[in-house]
């Protein structure tokens, strides 16, 4: 068992509460550095990337170099790394917390992918948030809220049939640890459900609370079954616009697509093309190709689609659960004890 003291530098938001669980992991043994006015002031509760207009003054930024260069841990990769060639100005990090699931694409943009570097992310925080998410969209279109919304606003009361999701199918693509929340959330509303994973098994249709799991060589049949196709896949060279022209044509006439995945996992312009052409007659979309979405891309104002702003993973819980993660590793970590620490990224792979 190490006796040499780490070093915390906490390099995003996160609240006092928080940080004092950190604290009171190992205080014999590690150092926790968190200086809030070195930090882009936070937005909007959980924001972890901050005002943009922040400027340091020469003195934080002194001492924000400081602190980087004495780190051993870091909470978030620091604002402007990418500009800092990785992690130049922290050379002694040797495991960074990662306050996102999808983080293996900016592993590699920093030069990092080969590295001795731990990096741990936030993988299954998010599952609760997102599954609600999806089911915000489907429910929303089935149960057609734009009619009532209009309809009231206009004094109208004008009975009408709704759907139903009972006995509709869901394919999840990416069917992880989010993709086995919202396998539960649709067996409750006794829907079909098929998960497409990168590793298929008949025995992890319990795991997924799937009726059937395939793999990606099978993606053209699964959505063509579906009527609901959600995406949660992580976006890796493998994934990378996976959802094209071709995939999309599959389709049911009709489907509802959701996608809280990333924006290069779908071939935009084939899917603004089904979107005009009714092929896909919804879709629900939290992540964008260019995120924030330009002004004139066609997506804001097509009336089948629902724009989030990369948020729908955000929630009060967020940071709670992040720290239950990074506190639990920190005791594997200051011990040495490596093979216990969860929510380890495979940087080969990228998830």
């Not at 990369?310 to 590793?329: G, V, Y």
Request: aromatic letters at 6%; proline letters at 6%; charged letters at 25%.
């Amino acid at each position: 068992m190490t006796t040499t003291p780490h070093t915390i530098f906490i390099t995003s938001f996160l609240e006092n509460e928080h940080v004092e669980r950190i604290r009171a992991v190992a205080p014999d043994r590690v150092e926790v550095i968190f200086e809030p006015d070195l930090l882009p002031p936070a937005r909007y509760l959980g924001d972890h990337e901050g005002d943009e207009s922040f400027r340091r003054t020469s003195e934080q930024e002194s001492r924000w170099r400081d602190r980087l260069s004495r780190a051993t841990i870091l909470w978030d990769f620091p604002a402007g790394s990418e500009t800092e060639r990785g992690l130049a100005l922290a050379p002694n990090v040797g495991w960074v917390q990662t306050t996102s699931s999808g983080v293996g694409q900016r592993v590699h943009a920093l030069g990092l992918a080969d590295s001795d570097l731990i990096v741990t992310t936030a993988r299954g925080v998010h599952a609760d948030a997102l599954t609600e998410f999806v089911f915000l969209i489907l429910l929303g279109h089935t149960k057609n809220l734009p009619r009532l919304l209009r309809d009231q606003t206009q004094k109208r009361w004008d009975r009408y049939c709704g759907g139903e999701l009972s006995g509709k199918t869901i394919t999840v693509v990416g069917a992880g640890q989010i993709g086995a929340r919202i396998g539960a959330i649709a067996r409750a509303f006794q829907m079909k459900v098929i998960a497409v994973v990168n590793r298929p098994s008949p025995d992890r249709r319990g795991e997924l609370f799937a009726d059937d799991v395939v793999g990606q060589s099978d993606l053209q049949g699964a959505v063509a079954q579906a009527d609901y196709v959600v995406l949660s896949t992580p976006h890796t060279p493998l994934t990378d616009r996976m959802i094209d022209r071709d995939v999309i044509s599959a389709m049911k006439r009709g489907v509802v697509l959701v996608n809280i995945a990333r924006g290069r996992v779908v071939d935009e312009k084939a899917m603004i093309d089904a979107l005009k052409d009714g092929r896909i007659g919804f879709a629900g979309l939290d992540v964008t190709t260019v995120e924030p979405l330009p002004p004139d891309s066609p997506l804001w104002t097509l009336p089948n689609v629902l724009i989030s702003p990369h948020s729908a993973s955000t929630a009060p819980s967020e940071n709670r659960k992040i720290t239950d993660i990074f506190c639990r590793n920190i005791a594997h970590y200051v011990d040495g004890d490596l093979e216990r620490m969860i929510n380890l990224l495979d940087k080969p792979r990228m998830y």
